[in-house]
T-cell receptor, first 115, second 114 residues
Framework: EAGVAQSPRYKIIEKRQSVAFWCNPI?????LYWYQQILGQGPKLLIQ????????DSQLPKDRFSAERLKGVDSTLKIQPAKLEDSAVYLC?????????????FGPGTRLLVL | AQSVTQPDIHITVSEGASLELRCNYS??????LFWYVQSPGQGLQLLLK??????LVQGIKGFEAEFKRSQSSFNLRKPSVHWSDAAEYFC????????????FGTGTRLKVLA
């Protein structure tokens, strides 16, 4: 079974530029998550989708971050414009559903450096 | 508010020695608890999880964890560490406050000496 795929794996941009990350979850997984992991910290949930609907985006900085999952499968996370403090690893995860007993499976992440 | 504390930022052990990584949680209801491992440049891999039942949980790669409600702890253990276990370990609690989500600790970086 293929795992969660993410691209690109690495990205370097200058502040005020825009950047987009792509995630393809495990086939059949209805729930998709985007996390931000700043160096030295644990992952922090940014946004959570159930199929193509947003379940929780309470910690997403909506003035600069946006995410979509148009057909309930792939998802993109965009930052526009980027700030220095956005330097982090962006992890995508998926699970079968929203139940408390569902395991989240993580992709390899996209490492973003904002100069 | 729900939270997870991993008191040890770094731990160094010799290969073959035993290992215990600490995790304390704050959560009002019965917690769903997880341990993940992250190798350099990799995503998080699930080691084990606790939902209910037997408080000693077996996971992959020879790891186990024990849920102690009285101490609000879910410590990860391994009897004999291998060099390949060097990685960062994250404890997480699944919370149903609002929507179901994970809250992660800040992680413990394990170094293994040959």
């Amino acid at each position: 079974e293929a795992g969660v795929a993410q691209s690109p794996r690495y990205k370097i941009i200058e502040k005020r530029q825009s950047v987009a990350f792509w995630c393809n979850p495990i086939s059949g997984h209805a729930t998709l998550y985007w996390y931000q992991q700043i160096l030295g910290q644990g992952p922090k949930l940014l946004i959570q989708f159930q199929n193509n609907g947003v379940v929780d985006d309470s910690q997403l900085p909506k003035d600069r971050f946006s995410a979509e999952r148009l057909k309930g499968v792939d998802s993109t996370l965009k930052i526009q414009p980027a700030k220095l403090e956005d330097s982090a690893v962006y992890l995508c995860a998926s699970s079968l559903g929203l139940s408390e007993t569902e395991t989240q499976y993580f992709g390899p992440g996209t490492r973003l450096l904002v100069l | 508010a729900q939270s997870v504390t991993q008191p040890d930022i770094h731990i160094t052990v010799s290969e073959g020695a035993s290992l215990e990584l600490r995790c304390n949680y704050s959560y009002g209801a019965t917690p769903y608890l997880f341990w993940y491992v992250q190798s350099p440049g990799q995503g998080l891999q699930l080691l084990l999880k606790y939902f209910s039942g037997d408080t000693l949980v077996q996971g992959i790669k020879g790891f186990e964890a024990e849920f102690k409600r009285s101490q609000s702890s879910f410590n990860l253990r391994k009897p004999s560490v291998h060099w390949s276990d060097a990685a960062e370990y994250f404890c997480a609690v699944g919370t149903t406050s609002g929507t179901y989500k994970y809250i992660f600790g800040t992680g413990t970086r394990l170094k293994v000496l040959a």
